[in-house]
């Protein structure tokens, strides 16, 4: 190994303070660990600063400093698919998420699937929908891993077997110990180390590398002779489609709305809505970082390695340890939120209800450590004895599944004229269905219209799955109504959806 020192101290030295930040916030705004929603959502006391971190944190992930510029290095305006996705999402969570929050604080629920099962009184939906979230979370922080590997390896840490995968797993265990320690406490207190590294990276990267290679200009022009950087016509539909679907799956998944569960009122939802989309600004940058790597003459069959090649050919050492740094923080946050989100999902939906119905408060947060240790094994194991390419193949799947979960989760927040049956079915189909377009097409995650509806061009698969879902659900339900089938019993009224709580 020719491990670049410089760049590794500076690395270390974060990634220890980041470390003692963990440990630490247990203390931070004292509670009850030993609670689930002490431990799990922070006692549901996150103000607007400390949400927006969190929030920040993860969902602006390593992997999303990795791969979206990757995306553009390698597929050109394609990948800027996930800049008008985080930007079309903030009006939705304005408008939906306050009464997803007002709901769960006055009936204590701590996960989508704890509303599924109040709203529809149905154990096996809830079951489906907390399936669904575990299984769509699982590559998501093995995903993290892929990006802390890859700044790992531009250190110098290459080569194979156990001794390459020694930082990782020393890395990785540190977190599992600090989560545990901590729960939910950690990532928000080191999301914000984690957002003031990303941002001081992002502002030297915009002015300073453009400065190098002679201004935007060339590097536009460089861009545009390797790739293309305007879709053409037949690039509208998998473009917008792709945006969209991708938008309305990013706060069904679980470790999105942990993010809305601890936060302390309504209010604090809407003000996060009107200011999340900063970030939105930070990552159309971060998006261009592809297109420099191109004109500064990164030549990688690895996307991912394009970045962090880029740093290190434009910046001196010290500070790509910095930028390395914020990436490799960026990935232990997410991944911390998402095995807690995990953990809360087994513990509540599967351990409380099939295992131990009655398990004390302190018996389902003693569970949910544990697992959120598991959690992370598994990614670590995922990541090693299955090749990169599966963990990114396992993410696009996951965006298809987390998306069927939209019509019992969102719909179900208004209304439960759809049978709850009629929804578990038609979640099946979807789920089924995308999976089998998602294979058929190599792990594409775009796929043709029946009937040439989509003309020369395709749709984004998970959308495509969700039509179905919803076409099948609204059928049966129909079906089930004319039969004299009648839904659960729903022990939410429609107060409940504007509850303020005691903190607002």
């Known amino acids: 190994m020719n491990v670049n020192w410089s760049a590794f101290a ?73 800049v008008p996705y985080t930007i079309i999402i903030y009006p939705f969570v304005f408008v939906v998420m306050p009464r997803l929050w007002s709901v769960a604080k006055k009936h ?101 590398i453009p400065y190098k290679l002679g201004g935007f200009g060339p590097i536009f022009d460089a861009a545009a002779k390797k790739t293309t950087i305007v ?65 500064a003459g990164i030549t990688t069959k690895d996307g991912n390695a394009a970045i962090p090649e880029l740093f290190l050919r434009m910046f001196p050492d010290w500070f790509a340890g910095f930028a390395f740094a914020a990436i490799g923080v960026g990935a232990l946050v997410p991944a911390a939120i998402m095995s807690i989100a995990a953990a809360n999902l087994f513990s509540r939906n599967i351990y409380k209800e099939y295992i131990n119905r009655n398990a004390t408060d302190a018996q389902q947060s003693k569970v949910a450590k544990w697992i959120s240790l598991i959690v992370k094994v598994g990614a670590l194991l995922f990541v090693f004895l299955m090749n990169k ?9 996951g965006g298809i599944w987390i998306l069927q979960t939209l019509p019992a989760v969102i719909v179900g927040l208004y209304t439960t004229w759809l049978n709850r049956w009629a929804l578990f079915v038609g979640w099946l189909v979807g789920m089924v269905y995308g999976t089998y377009m998602a294979a058929s097409t190599g792990y594409g995650n775009q796929y043709p219209l029946p009937f040439g509806l989509s003309g020369g061009s395709t749709v984004y698969s998970a959308l495509y799955a969700l039509a179905l879902n919803f076409l099948v659900a609204i059928v049966l339900t129909l079906i089930f109504r004319a039969a004299g089938i009648k839904n659960g019993r729903d022990e939410t009224s429609p107060d409940d959806y504007h509850f303020e709580g005691a903190n607002e």
């Not at 938008?247 to 003000?271: D, E, K, M, N, T």
């Not at 390419?389 to 799947?397: F, H, K, P, V, Y």
Request: charged share 10%; aromatic share 14%; no cysteine.
């Open 231 to 295: 879709p053409g016509p037949n690039g509208y539909a998998p473009y917008a489609t792709l945006a969209l679907g991708s938008a309305l799956a990013l706060f069904l998944y679980p470790h999105s709305l942990i993010g809305i569960f601890s936060s302390s009122s309504r209010a604090v939802i809407r003000r996060n809505s009107a200011l999340l989309p900063a970030y939105s600004f930070v990552l159309g940058i971060i998006a261009l970082l592809g297109f420099m790597a191109i004109a």
């Open 108 to 208: 204590g629920y701590i996960t989508a699937s704890d509303f599924v099962r109040g709203r529809f009184g149905s154990g096996t939906l809830a079951l489906a929908i907390a399936v669904t979230g575990i299984l769509a979370t699982m590559p998501y922080i093995a995903l993290q891993l892929v990006g802390m590997q890859a700044v790992l390896d531009s250190m110098g840490f290459t080569g194979t077997g156990f001794m390459h995968d020694v930082p990782l797993i020393i890395a990785f265990l540190v977190l599992a110990l600090y989560t545990y320690n901590s729960g939910l406490r950690a990532p928000a207190a080191i999301a914000i180390v984690k957002d003031l590294m990303i941002y001081i990276t992002v502002i030297a990267a915009v002015f300073y």
């Open 389 to 397: 390419q599966d963990a990114i193949n396992l993410q696009l799947l």
């Open 10 to 82: 500076v690395f270390l030295f974060f990634f220890l303070l980041v470390t003692v930040i963990g440990f630490y916030s247990a203390r931070w705004r004292r509670g009850n660990l030993e609670l689930l929603d002490e431990w799990g959502l922070g006692g549901r006391r996150f103000g607007t600063l400390i949400t927006w971190f969190l929030l920040g944190g993860d969902l602006y992930t390593a992997y999303t400093f990795i791969a979206v510029p990757a995306s553009m290095y390698g597929k050109g305006a394609l990948g800027f698919f996930a």
